[in-house]
């Protein structure tokens, strides 16, 4: 059966009130006190058609719902909840600072980067940073952020001296120093991850001396782990 253009307009306007109406109610269910966090954004997603993928209007009011139920838990409940999930990582970002998907909610710029850093240091180095050598007697301390390259948060980022031996052997190129800086922004932990070995010494000298901004998370200073990147030019 062909449908006439009002026939078509009349189903388009009932098909959107249906949507609308499932919409709210998963909005108002997201709302109740007991739902475990983001469980009613995850179902949305599951519902949607591609997934994370979907409708984004959709899926970030939903989302919203949810920052607005958790108040001062979001930031530390969102980054529990990414988890390792590249997917989760990437279109969360958008949510958090795209003016289109955040419905009048402030945007949270420090957040959507660290969630773009997270992603992107777990995806670029966890080959080299999750390999922990038996018997290693001084492993990386936990961090509860990943902060990816941090070069330009650093308030002190403290140059290396060229080393003789790798001024000797003409070692020249890009050294990663992994670090990891505690809550008052002081580095207490640093070793070099890739680089020629005749430059890696100064690297890791000159991350421990590199301070930073403490980060704050739900209002809480927390641990920071990433990478400090140096290029030793002769």
Do not use: C
Not at 56 to 81: C, H, I, P, Q, Y
Not at 214 to 225: E, F, N, Y
Request: hydrophobic share 40%.
């Amino acid at each position: 059966m062909i449908l006439n253009s009002h026939s078509q307009r009349l189903l388009k306007t009932i098909s959107y009130l249906i949507a609308a109406i499932l919409l709210s109610l998963n909005v108002s269910q997201a709302q109740q006190p007991d739902a475990a966090p983001f469980i009613i954004f995850e179902k949305a997603i599951k519902d949607e058609r591609g997934g994370s993928a979907g409708n984004k209007e959709r899926l970030s009011t939903v989302f919203n719902a949810e920052r607005k139920r958790l108040g001062d838990r979001f930031e530390s409940e969102l980054m529990t909840w990414l988890g390792s999930d590249v997917e989760r990582h990437y279109w969360i970002s958008f949510f958090l600072e795209s003016e289109s998907y955040l419905h009048g909610s402030k945007p949270l710029l420090h957040l959507s980067l660290l969630v773009k850093q997270q992603d992107s240091i777990e995806s670029s180095l966890s080959r080299k940073i999750t390999t922990v050598v038996v018997g290693d007697n001084n492993p990386p301390p936990k961090a509860k952020v990943s902060g990816g390259v941090l070069n330009g948060k650093a308030i002190n980022l403290v140059k290396p001296s060229y080393p003789a031996a790798g001024r000797a052997s003409g070692a020249s190129g890009k050294v990663e120093v992994q670090i990891v800086f505690d809550e008052t922004g002081k580095v207490i932990w640093a070793r070099a991850i890739s680089g020629h070995p005749d430059l890696r010494q100064a690297a890791e000298d000159a991350a421990w001396r590199t301070t930073f901004s403490p980060l704050r998370l739900s209002g809480q200073p927390v641990t920071v782990g990433g990478v400090l990147v140096y290029n030793f030019v002769l």
